[in-house]
């Protein structure tokens, strides 16, 4: 049986908070402001996990009125989802992401972030593939408010 899982998260940018996409660390005067790492790849990545095998969200799996997340690392929270799937026999097949920021300019970053996380997801990295898209200075996104970003995972057991 395969079931596909879309994801999606955004997080405005702030100061003094380090920008962190994909488990990547970004050079940037701003960084993403949220109870945990706001890491919103791999926040959309474990949404994408958990809807493919019905498990709800990752406020539902995650909480942000749980202590226990605050500054968390977002890597624990894609592990978790990824124990979830192999608890019923599921595997990842592909993960397709998009990254929607205005600034900074991900292409230097995105092979980086693409072999992360194969490396999460356990998957070679030619099965993952990292996009970067602006805003076109439409939006919160387009006016450098914020990053969002968008994730389709394939999973089969």
Same mark, same amino acid.
């Given at each position: 049986?395969?079931?596909?899982?879309?994801?999606?998260?955004?997080?405005?940018?702030?100061?003094?908070?380090?920008?962190?996409?994909?488990?990547?660390?970004?050079?940037?005067?701003?960084?993403?402001?949220?109870?945990?790492? +706001? !890491? &919103?790849?791999?926040? @959309?990545?474990?949404?994408? =996990?958990?809807? /493919?095998?019905?498990?709800?969200?990752?406020?539902? #799996?995650?909480?942000?009125?749980?202590?226990?997340?605050?500054?968390?690392?977002?890597?624990?929270?894609?592990?978790?989802?990824?124990?979830?799937?192999?608890?019923?026999?599921?595997?990842?097949?592909? +993960? !397709? &992401?998009?990254?929607? @920021?205005?600034?900074?300019? =991900?292409?230097? /970053?995105?092979?980086?972030?693409?072999?992360?996380? #194969?490396?999460?997801?356990?998957?070679?990295?030619?099965?993952?593939?990292?996009?970067?898209?602006?805003?076109?200075?439409?939006?919160?996104?387009?006016?450098?408010?914020?990053?969002?970003?968008?994730?389709?995972?394939?999973?089969?057991?």
């Amino acid at each position: 049986m395969i079931r596909v899982g879309i994801g999606y998260d955004t997080h405005r940018l702030g100061p003094d908070r380090p920008l962190i996409l994909g488990g990547v660390k970004i050079a940037h005067s701003l960084g993403l402001v949220g109870h945990s790492d +706001a !890491d &919103v790849v791999l926040h @959309a990545l474990t949404d994408a =996990l958990l809807g /493919a095998a019905g498990f709800g969200d990752i406020g539902d #799996a995650f909480p942000d009125s749980d202590p226990a997340n605050k500054d968390r690392d977002s890597a624990v929270f894609v592990a978790d989802a990824l124990a979830r799937l192999r608890m019923l026999g599921y595997r990842v097949v592909n +993960a !397709d &992401v998009n990254i929607l @920021a205005q600034e900074p300019k =991900l292409g230097p /970053a995105k092979q980086g972030i693409r072999e992360n996380l #194969a490396r999460l997801l356990g998957v070679e990295v030619d099965r993952v593939n990292v996009k970067a898209k602006t805003g076109e200075r439409v939006g919160s996104i387009g006016r450098c408010e914020a990053i969002g970003c968008q994730v389709v995972v394939l999973i089969e057991n």
